[in-house]
């Protein structure tokens, strides 16, 4: 494994680390609706627990509404259930023909606690990154101690690992500000 091999490596996973962090903040209930809300959300379908997006059709006809029609009508009350014991503080009202959701103004308070926890998930985020930096640079020193590489290599290849690095949390703060607008939007 070459020095670039290992800085590519690390560049995929940092990339995965980010990827992770915005599908979490898609689930993060906002002021309006999006089906990304409902992932968290499993039914159980003929004994095996499924999320409500692969049993029914998923659709935002409002802003602030989401309409679950599922492909089997008996499924309704199940869905139903669901999604009153998720954590998602909605009730579901269901008018015969699909299940919808309102989702309400959200407080001031709902706002913070909800800043709180993008802050959290990015500082986990963060400490993704950097751990793959120590695990990058720690296969660069193998390599070193196998000879394989000189002594410049390695300080120019750690180098390259930190700017890549201070690349990807610099995403990620951006990418938490943006989600953190997006939530004390009114």
Known sequence: M??????????????????????DFGTYRTGRATPAVLE???VEYYGVETPINQIANVSVPEPRQL???????????????AIMKSDLG???????????????????????????????????????????????????????KKKEITEDDVKGGEAKVQKITDGFIAKADDLSK????ELLQV
């Open 2 to 23: 070459s020095v670039n091999d290992i800085l590519q490596d690390a560049e995929n996973k940092m990339q995965h680390a980010i990827d992770a962090m915005v599908h």
């Open 40 to 42: 968290r959300v499993h």
């Open 67 to 81: 309409l679950i029609q599922p492909y089997e009508k008996h499924m309704m009350p199940i869905i139903e259930k």
């Open 90 to 144: 909605i009730n579901p009202v269901n008018d015969g023909s699909g299940i919808r959701l309102t989702f309400p103004q959200m407080t001031e308070d709902r706002r913070k606690e909800m800043v709180k926890t993008v802050h959290s998930r990015t500082e986990q985020c963060r400490v993704s990154i950097r751990n793959i930096r120590r695990d990058a640079n720690d296969h660069i020193k193998g390599l070193e």
């Open 178 to 181: 943006k989600k953190e607008a």
